[in-house]
């Protein structure tokens, strides 16, 4: 966890840039590459997918990522290889998860945090792990050294605001909209007013994203308060964009990162 708060520290003013992609995608090598290419570029962290069947909070895009990688057989064994990979090339670097609640629970929580910390994970967003029920996840999450991080919706009350503030560590992820993940044209300008309420919570700092698409979103999402941006779907299409063409893809994953760090100043990492 205090990966994230020397990140936002050595970066002061500049805005974070956190890409994200679904491990194991198009395969599992690949993958590895593809990580390697969005540090390349200037991510300041990572987020990154394990493969699961069902990603109800993601649009097409990453729905068809996730596909594509287990269809290459590619599923959490593959996933935490990856992980144990970059975290022993990039020992300060922070990397998160953002997956659903049937991998966590399908076994055990222990189970699941276990080897996300010995993977060197060092935060987990349950997407569809709804808040109220969250704090015995939360519980084990932390005693193996992992953040819980939860989303703060545009249409979220200020009780609720003050919940997610209280159980979040490392960063809070606040989507721009309602609706799933995906590329959008222009972002929420009313996202302002909920990442000021959930500063006066007391909140971690807030990272933005879904529609997050363009160099232009970055310089955005800092001018909202936000102190970093997530990007996914626009990463992923890269991916699709250039399957049966391995280098290409690499290429334009690393440059679109590269021109979305730009816009977000340089930091002090």
């Given at each position: 966890?205090?990966?994230?708060?020397?990140?936002?520290?050595?970066?002061?003013?500049?805005t974070?840039?956190?890409?994200f992609?679904?491990?194991?995608?198009?395969?599992?090598?690949?993958?590895?590459?593809?990580v390697?290419?969005?540090?390349?570029?200037?991510?300041?962290?990572?987020?990154?997918?394990?493969?699961?069947?069902?990603?109800?909070?993601?649009?097409?895009?990453?729905?068809?990522?996730?596909?594509?990688?287990?269809?290459?057989?590619?599923?959490?064994?593959?996933?935490?290889?990856?992980?144990?990979?970059?975290?022993?090339?990039?020992?300060?670097?922070?990397?998160?998860?953002?997956?659903?609640?049937n991998?966590?629970?399908?076994?055990?929580?222990?189970?699941?945090?276990?080897?996300?910390?010995?993977?060197?994970?060092?935060?987990?967003?349950?997407?569809?792990?709804?808040?109220?029920?969250?704090a015995?996840?939360?519980?084990?999450?932390?005693?193996?050294?992992?953040?819980?991080v939860?989303?703060?919706?545009p249409?979220?009350?200020?009780?609720?605001?003050s919940?997610?503030?209280?159980?979040?560590?490392?960063?809070?992820?606040?989507?721009?909209?309602?609706?799933?993940?995906?590329?959008?044209?222009?972002?929420?300008?009313?996202?302002?007013?909920?990442?000021?309420?959930?500063k006066?919570?007391?909140?971690?700092?807030?990272?933005?994203?879904?529609?997050i698409?363009?160099?232009?979103?970055?310089a955005?999402?800092?001018?909202?308060?936000?102190?970093?941006?997530?990007?996914?779907?626009a990463?992923?299409?890269?991916?699709?964009?250039?399957?049966?063409?391995?280098?290409?893809?690499?290429?334009?994953?690393?440059?679109?990162?590269?021109?979305?760090?730009?816009?977000?100043?340089?930091?002090?990492?």
């Amino acid at each position: 966890m205090r990966r994230y708060s020397r990140m936002f520290a050595d970066l002061g003013p500049a805005t974070a840039f956190v890409p994200f992609l679904v491990l194991g995608d198009p395969d599992a090598v690949t993958s590895l590459e593809l990580v390697r290419a969005l540090i390349r570029g200037g991510a300041d962290a990572l987020e990154l997918g394990v493969p699961f069947s069902d990603p109800v909070a993601d649009g097409p895009v990453i729905q068809a990522a996730a596909t594509r990688a287990l269809a290459s057989g590619a599923g959490s064994r593959e996933a935490w290889s990856i992980l144990r990979t970059i975290r022993a090339e990039n020992p300060d670097l922070p990397i998160g998860l953002l997956v659903y609640a049937n991998l966590v629970l399908h076994r055990s929580a222990a189970s699941f945090y276990q080897a996300a910390g010995n993977s060197g994970v060092d935060s987990v967003l349950v997407a569809d792990l709804p808040l109220h029920e969250a704090a015995p996840v939360d519980e084990i999450a932390l005693e193996h050294g992992i953040a819980p991080v939860h989303i703060a919706p545009p249409n979220a009350s200020d009780e609720k605001l003050s919940a997610i503030a209280g159980a979040s560590r490392g960063y809070v992820y606040v989507t721009s909209r309602p609706g799933v993940t995906g590329v959008d044209d222009a972002l929420n300008e009313e996202s302002a007013g909920l990442i000021a309420r959930l500063k006066g919570h007391g909140a971690p700092p807030a990272l933005l994203g879904f529609g997050i698409s363009r160099p232009a979103h970055v310089a955005q999402a800092a001018r909202l308060g936000a102190s970093g941006a997530i990007s996914g779907s626009a990463v992923v299409r890269r991916i699709e964009q250039h399957l049966g063409d391995t280098p290409a893809m690499i290429a334009a994953v690393e440059k679109f990162v590269r021109e979305m760090k730009t816009a977000g100043g340089t930091g002090a990492r």
